[in-house]
């Protein structure tokens, strides 16, 4: 018997909202005031889920331990996978000491903290998100600033800063793509509207995460590089956007910012060296310019031996983003699995869709196509020309496996958290609270996809939740389906610094467990700040200048 999805089970639209939000309230309460474990709090979080989803949304329960399920599946494979992955090849890389080799090699580039994080973490982590997604440039950058010496809240939370601008076009454009495809958007059109809002973020992210992480004084002491590394991606990202498509917009425009800064710092040196790696104001160093320290010199076939490692995951992460590469690994084994009790069991009802519409739950474990399978093979060879024997590698392996257990298991009740709201449609309920704010729509409807990536960890998931809704509303009050439909993507990449999914990540790849509470703090500021000023970007593109919704042919 199918099960349609109730919005108003209270018939008071404000009660219901308030209900609505309880999980959520429930897993970020408990993880960022109540310090609890993370997968503790993850737990409680799932558990309020399903109490909420049974008896205040009516929906059956044994369709929402069912949706749970799926939601580990997910969690599992592909997120947690890759996570895994990336931690075994930081292992790797630190046990065979390159990994030093490889923070003396950067230094040699910049010795100023402020410019080893904007070529890490912004330029070189939109690489991995363009080509990979899914968690994969957090997981990088955050490895590697933890390498280099940042505190580990600076290495977490101001790798989660810097991965917003990208996230919009990551994974090969697989987020606008997706919100295309299922809503029927003219793809072109939507993409090209995103790259008229988000270029403008790309250069302010920049600024604020120096900011974020030295202070407002030491932020204007390299607006120059700050200028180079946000319009050299900005402005690829823009061009890509809307006049080739959405699938190379971040490799291209991460390619250009990372060769741009790394050219301009040849010739451009700030006035003091900012050797700090704390957060001002939050770790105990606040951090202050001091003089440089020469790093250590390495043979230059060391420093390339260091580097190839990396340099084998990076050509890795891209060819299996290749939408030929999947599509051949699904080709040899990608077994799909309806979840039995819960495909094609729930109905998702009008307004937010024009007519009933079932929901599918199907888990395909494509275990050759997924990018952590990319990671482990990358790690695997970089291994083995690292002089790793095959039992040390497994050693290595099952003992990092045992190090992540915890996160593994945070990820896993998070993503059935998620998959609860989805299909019992109390985060539709949330949506359509934003949904009913009149004039006010474009701020308000912005924030909805803001709100849609930090409950599911996902623009894509934002998209597919709140893409439709956002064309008939939009519709509805006059506007530009495309403009709101692209602000629900633009809007998504701020939610994506504060999803559980994110910290868990961030919190794993610098070895800073228990801390996600930390962290979530640290970063929530940022991303309701961003937010706002992206809903107030496309509100003054509603009311203030249309003409930059106008298509592009």
Wanted: aromatic share 12%; net charge neutral; hydrophobic share 55%.
């Amino acid at each position: 018997m199918v099960w349609q999805q109730v919005y108003d089970p209270f018939h008071n639209m404000v009660l219901s909202t308030l209900v609505a939000i309880i999980p959520v309230a429930v897993m970020l309460v408990g993880l960022g005031f109540l310090h609890l474990k993370a997968h503790v709090a993850a737990a409680a979080g799932l558990a309020a889920s399903i109490i909420v989803a049974v008896f205040g949304f009516g929906m059956p329960a044994g369709l929402a331990g069912n949706a749970a399920f799926y939601g580990g599946l997910v969690g599992l494979l592909p997120i947690g996978w890759i996570v895994l992955n990336i931690i075994f090849l930081h292992r790797l890389t630190e046990l065979n000491g390159s990994f030093k080799v490889l923070q003396d090699s950067i230094a040699g580039i910049t010795q100023d903290r402020r410019l080893q994080l904007l070529l890490i973490s912004f330029s070189f982590g939109a690489f991995f998100e363009g080509a990979a997604g899914f968690g994969t440039p957090v997981a990088v950058t955050a490895s590697i600033l933890i390498g280099l010496g940042f505190s580990p809240l600076a290495a977490s939370g101001l790798s989660l800063i810097a991965n917003t601008a990208p996230v919009a076009y990551g994974a090969l454009g697989t987020p606008v793509i997706t919100l295309a495809k299922v809503h029927g958007y003219d793809l072109m059109a939507v993409s090209g509207m995103i790259g008229r809002q988000l270029p403008f973020f790309s250069m302010l992210v920049p600024f604020w995460l120096i900011w974020a992480f030295a202070g407002r004084k030491a932020m204007w002491e390299i607006w120059p590089a700050l200028v180079v590394t946000g319009l050299s991606f900005a402005i690829p990202q823009f061009l890509v956007s809307n006049y080739i498509g959405p699938e190379l917009v971040d490799v291209i425009a991460a390619v250009s910012s990372m060769v741009c800064l790394v050219l301009f710092l040849r010739v451009w040196k700030p006035r003091t060296i900012w050797t700090s790696v704390s957060l001002k104001g939050h770790d105990h160093d606040a951090g202050e310019a001091k003089a440089p320290v020469a790093p250590k010199k390495h043979p230059i076939d060391a420093v390339l031996r260091a580097w190839l490692p990396w340099a084998i995951l990076t050509v890795f992460v891209f060819v299996w983003g290749l939408p030929e590469v999947k599509k051949f690994w699904n080709g040899v084994w990608a077994p799909a699995f309806p979840i039995e009790g819960l495909h094609n069991m729930i109905e998702k009802m009008p307004p937010v869709v024009r007519e009933p519409h079932k929901e599918t739950a199907v888990y395909t474990l494509a275990l050759l196509s997924t990018t952590g399978t990319g990671i482990l093979l990358s790690a695997l060879i970089g291994g083995l020309i690292m002089g790793f024997g095959p039992i040390e590698l497994v050693r290595t392996f099952f003992k990092t496996i045992w190090m992540v257990r915890y996160s593994l298991l945070t990820i896993v009740l998070m993503l059935g958290l998620g998959n609860v709201t989805r299909y019992s449609g109390t985060d539709t309920t949330l949506g359509l609270a934003f949904a009913n704010t009149g004039v006010l729509y474009p701020f308000f409807g912005t924030l909805m996809g803001w709100m849609g990536v930090a409950l599911t960890g996902s623009d894509t998931a934002s998209n597919v939740l709140f893409g439709g809704m956002q064309k008939v509303a939009a519709e509805q009050l006059g506007l530009s389906p495309n403009l709101m439909g692209a602000a629900n993507s633009s809007g998504g990449v701020m939610g994506k610094m504060i999803d559980a999914q994110s910290i868990v990540v961030a919190s794993t790849a610098t070895r800073w467990f228990d801390h996600e509470g930390d962290i979530l703090r640290y970063v929530f500021f940022h991303s309701v700040a961003l937010a706002c000023l992206v809903g107030i970007f496309v509100t003054l593109q509603a009311y203030v200048w249309p003409f930059t919704t106008m298509v592009i042919h």
